[in-house]
């Protein structure tokens, strides 16, 4: 599928507002810097999705029972070249979080088989482990993750869980974590999990797009990273790879019409293809941004190919961590690619004296205010601090964040002065 650039060729590798104009229709009262969440998909690969969607609709039944399994295997082939993997250990699903429990919940695990994952583990993927301990009393064991750490203090702290849990199945690690942004040894805890013979799951939601991986040099379990996030896809479209000794184990989610039993044996060539051949259709659903995935990978080549991406959005984010901490004082937590977390200027004293409520007050409106000033910068506590991230991208300059640095202030400035008018009223009462 053709994209045709916006911009004249020579300016093709242009970044910041001239690439936000020509590839991204974000309403002008919106200064995006939180693409780390949900991703924004740009016009020329939306074209591509609806070109894909009015294939479909101009012969459904065609479509669905004949070219849909042509164009998976093109949009696979782009997957695999994106990650680096063999493509019969590559397939899609919607979204990371669909990844995860599609194999935890496919795994044969057994009442008293423990999963060790971090305290920086994505929230949907705790809830998940959660209800497997609750419905099948598979434990789930934390170990933390407190920034500063080196990544020999992460790689250590997940060997120490796994000898102390000889039950240990499988190990949870991301390869970017979300909140806070930071980029975790995921090669060596894969190194890690093998020399313990436990298995490997790498939450790759932040990588594609984000920082390069290689399913081939890693050779983890398994691993799924998301489209949509940094890799300019449609939302709903994430790729999963499964290790070739673990086809028989995976099956979809949620189970339908390509099930077969592990033990059921297939001809050579239906057994090569058993994975690809069971989540290619699982039932009725938009397959558009499984195939859009070529869309964006070729326009990310055309605007001057994922290095210089890369490098555009890592040198603004140290820019970005320069600008807040300096304004606030403080300091950057680290820095994971595009993304970057800095303390806010709140006395450690306060939060360790605030209620949980108070604290959850707190929170909320650092979440809310700067929406109604057309912005969004998530907060989080860590280690007795609070942060909040900010992720650089191509149709951002630096001048973008003082919006956001502004919106923050603005909602300290509203929480403490309450605090302020609290004090003042329990003065006069007394």
Request: hydrophobic share 40%.
């Amino acid at each position: 599928m053709i994209i045709k650039s916006k911009l004249p060729q020579s300016q093709a590798t242009t970044f910041g507002h001239a690439a936000r104009e020509a590839y991204w229709d974000f309403d002008h009262k919106n200064t995006p810097l939180n693409h780390g969440s949900f991703g924004a998909c740009p016009l020329p690969v939306r074209e591509a999705r609806n070109q894909i969607l009015a294939k479909i609709e101009a012969n459904p039944d065609l479509y669905m029972r004949t070219t849909l399994y042509e164009d998976i295997e093109v949009a696979r082939a782009t997957a695999c070249e994106w990650i680096d993997s063999e493509p019969l250990n590559t397939v899609f699903v919607q979204n990371a979080t669909v990844g995860f429990n599609t194999v935890i919940r496919s795994l044969p695990l057994k009442k008293g088989d423990t999963i060790i994952y971090c305290s920086t583990t994505y929230g949907a993927c705790e809830k998940t482990l959660k209800f497997l301990e609750l419905r099948h009393g598979i434990k789930h064991v934390s170990v933390d993750i407190e920034y500063p750490m080196n990544d020999e203090e992460i790689v250590d702290v997940y060997r120490k869980a796994i000898d102390a849990h000889p039950s240990t199945v499988i190990c949870l690690f991301d390869t970017v974590s979300s909140m806070p942004a930071a980029i975790l040894p995921y090669n060596q805890l894969v190194k890690l999990c093998r020399e313990k013979e436990v298995l490997s799951f790498i939450d790759g939601a932040h990588s594609i797009g984000l920082i390069p991986v290689s399913m081939r040099k890693t050779q983890p379990d398994f691993y799924v990273t998301n489209v949509h996030k940094w890799g300019y896809g449609v939302r709903g479209g994430a790729i999963l790879y499964v290790a070739e000794e673990h086809h028989r184990l995976i099956h979809t989610l949620p189970v339908s019409h390509t099930y077969l039993d592990d033990s059921e044996d297939l001809e050579p060539e239906q057994e090569e293809r058993r994975l690809v051949d069971r989540f290619t259709f699982i039932g009725t659903q938009d397959f558009s941004p499984y195939i859009a995935i070529t869309a964006a990978f070729e326009f990310r080549k055309k605007i001057g190919g994922e290095a210089q991406i890369r490098k555009y959005c890592n040198d603004l984010a140290v820019k970005v961590g320069d600008l807040a901490a300096g304004q606030w004082r403080t300091e950057v937590l680290g820095h994971a690619g595009a993304m970057v977390t800095v303390r806010l200027p709140i006395p450690e004293e306060f939060l360790a004296a605030a209620s949980e409520e108070r604290k959850q007050q707190l929170f909320q409106l650092i979440c809310d205010h700067p929406l109604t000033r057309g912005t969004y910068v998530p907060p989080i506590y860590h280690n007795g601090k609070m942060y909040v991230r900010f992720s650089a991208q191509v149709y951002n300059e630096l001048e973008d964040y003082q919006v956001g640095i502004d919106a923050v202030n603005e909602a300290l400035d509203i929480f403490f002065m309450e605090e302020v008018e609290e004090v003042q009223d329990m003065w006069v009462c007394v």
